[in-house]
């Protein structure tokens, strides 16, 4: 090949690399909890691949301020965002955080799958762990993050529509209903008024 052909098949890679379609798109995060952003991301894949794989992580851990959520509550959270057809092509697969790093996790998938995710976020690691796999990335949308708005839950606030769809919002109400949120509610409230009260200490708590 020419050195003009070469370049000119450089050109087209990122369009034909746009156009892909594959038999199965992996995503993976914490979801702590699913938001507006992790679902444009999902709306993406649907788009792209005839199979959505969401890898749940932190499975294997019990609930805290970090992880309040179950496997179960995050993934009625995503597949209750979609029609029962699209729901029906997602799949959610609990991931204990332990296998992150797994080469098991990969096995010798090489061809027809690929990964997808934010490509200026915490998920942009996930989409460097696999070099065997294709990578997808999507723009973060509105740079939503997860943590504001798991926080502020857990402080008893209600997220809003412009951050979290319906179908998160209806597990979060049920969850504030239990004795589980209150503990965890019990222990932000006791983090915060800590922490305000050494705000002007000359170092700064450490949790």
């Not at 057809?85 to 959610?92: G, L, P, T």
């Not at 976020?121 to 996930?126: A, E, W």
């Not at 949120?181 to 006791?190: G, R, S």
Request: hydrophobic share 30%; glycine share 4%; aromatic share 10%.
């Amino acid at each position: 090949m020419s050195e003009l052909s070469e370049q000119a098949s450089d050109k087209q890679n990122p369009e034909q690399k746009n156009s892909t379609h594959y038999r199965h798109l992996v995503f993976i995060g914490r979801f702590q909890p699913f938001h507006c952003g992790h679902k444009a991301v999902i709306d993406e894949a649907l788009k792209r691949s005839d199979e959505v794989i969401m890898l749940i992580g932190s499975a294997n851990l019990p609930r805290s301020l970090r992880n309040p959520f179950s496997v179960a509550e995050r993934a009625a959270m995503i597949k209750g965002a979609y029609s029962a057809e699209d729901a029906a092509r997602i799949h959610c697969v609990g991931l204990d955080d332990a296998l992150y790093n797994d080469k098991s996790v990969t096995g010798d998938l090489q061809t027809d799958i690929g990964l997808i995710g934010h490509s200026k976020d915490s998920s942009s690691y996930y989409l460097s762990l696999f070099p065997n796999w294709a990578s997808v990335s999507v723009p973060n949308y509105h740079n939503l993050s997860a943590t504001p708005i798991r926080d502020s839950y857990l402080m008893g606030a209600t997220p809003t529509p412009e951050r979290t769809p319906e179908s998160t919002r209806s597990v979060l109400d049920a969850f504030k209903k239990t004795d589980d949120y209150h503990q965890l509610h019990e222990e932000a409230d006791f983090i915060d008024k800590y922490k305000k009260q050494r705000q002007y200490a000359p170092y700064p708590p450490t949790f």
